[in-house]
């Protein structure tokens, strides 16, 4: 059974720092590309960042570039998500997920169950 289970959501200050995991089960983790994806109130889904099995590729929403770092381990099976100049616009929750095409992400079997993260204002 695919598992993906977010942690490390809160409530942050603008400006301020919040870092994101992602312990994935039942699947052979380093062969998938992962992304993290976030969803604000009233709004549709949105893909955030997301990273090849090696680490070899990275990509960000232009949104996040320069706020944001995606990483992985592994050999732990986790994926991580590194939020620095927290804004207002970024309060969501944030989903890790695999098998997401960016232009249109949609929750699939490879989708965890979220964390909130709140930025105030």
């Known amino acids: 059974q695919v598992q993906l289970v977010e942690s490390g959501g809160g409530l942050v200050e603008p400006g301020g720092s919040l870092r994101l995991s992602c312990a994935a089960s039942?699947?052979?983790?380093?062969?998938?590309?992962m992304h993290w994806v976030r969803q604000a109130p009233g709004k549709e889904l949105e893909w955030v960042a997301l990273?090849?099995?090696?680490?070899?590729?990275?990509s960000y929403a232009d949104s996040v570039k320069g706020r944001f770092t995606i990483s992985r381990d592994n050999a732990e099976n986790k994926l991580y998500l590194q939020m620095n100049d927290l804004k207002p616009g970024d309060t969501a929750v944030y989903y890790c997920a695999s098998n997401v095409n960016p232009q249109r992400p949609r929750r699939n079997d490879f989708w965890g169950q979220g964390t909130q993260v709140t930025v105030s204002s």
């Open positions: 039942g699947f052979s983790f380093g062969d998938y590309v």
């Open positions: 990273i090849t099995g090696a680490s070899s590729g990275i």
